[in-house]
């Protein structure tokens, strides 16, 4: 999706980032930097902006496991900060607002950035490249300004095809009730899992977050006009198979699959024919992302919808601790379970000896039983 020449430098592993999420890495807003945070194999992370947690490593703050990511009150102290030599060569926007923009504190800092002689990178709705005095100042200094989001020129999007069906590669899609309850974590983890067990495997993103983590093969659907959504998600998943042939394709799922602001997952379901599902779930969460007044729909309704759309089966759900904490999990998955028959599973449980990862591969490895190493077609 992005400009790929533009951003071929930040594959190389000197790539150092500073992230900026001012006042809002304590918010779903912060969910960019918070998956930045976890992992990237796009670039070092070396800091983050933001200065109501500064002082604070970003690890311990998001999720209690100290990663040597200091979070700092503004540019100037993160320019200052290097990690086993590598210094900083990029600005990324971990900002996830509503409304996709940046106000002019921000714009401000992307300037001055600029005039550092740091690349940018924006995963927002606002299109920087748009922006005639950012575009001076990247050129005045060498550096380049990538919108994630810049959809490409319609000439060049893909209309559905029906060239999934030449895909062999297993494929698992990660759907959610909601948008921000943790479907890319638990994609990766699933990664992660399946490569330790010696597994070939490429996760295909659907969102910005993905694409700077590094995901090599990423359409954000939510930069394209809707009638090449099908055609795109088919042409990145058949490219990842054909450049690849994986054992498996983890799909990264977006919105919510009932959701009135921010629908996902049917799109995935239809053009990408997954043959297991796994249905990430926010049970603490009352009302839809970005919608208030409209209540989550209750699981039963959710898991209906999921079987009106796909004759893949639902092989685990994945439960958001959000609202609740670590010692609260377990009871808490065994209530899903119960009412669902459907393993219940918090993948950021490692407190075992069966972490929860492992748990939801074994998960989806018994709901893929008995299928060809060929998918059917139609399937």
Known sequence: MADKRAAADAHRPSAGAIIYCEGAFAALDGKTTHGLVRRSQRYRVLAVIDSDHSGADAGTLLDGRRREIPIVADLASALAVAADGVRPTHLVIGLAPIRGVLDQAARDVVAASLAHGLHVHCGLHELLGDDRRLVALAAENGVELVDVRRAPERSALHRFSGKIEQVTSTRVAILGVDSAIGKRTTAWLLVDELRRRGRSVELVGT????????????????????DFVPGEIEHAVWSAWHERRPDVLVLEGQGGLLSPGYFGGQELLLAARPHSIVLQHAPGRAEYDGCPGYPIDPLARQLEALRGMSRAPIAAITVSREGADAAEMPALCAAITAETGIAAIDVLDDSG???????????????????????????
């Open 353 to 379: 000896a069966a972490s929860g990862a492992r748990r939801l591969y074994a998960a989806v490895a018994e709901s893929l039983a008995g299928l060809p190493e060929t998918p059917a077609a139609g399937r």
């Open 207 to 226: 969102g910005q977050t993905a694409w700077l983590q590094g995901a090599e093969f990423c359409v954000p659907l939510d930069a394209l006009i809707y």
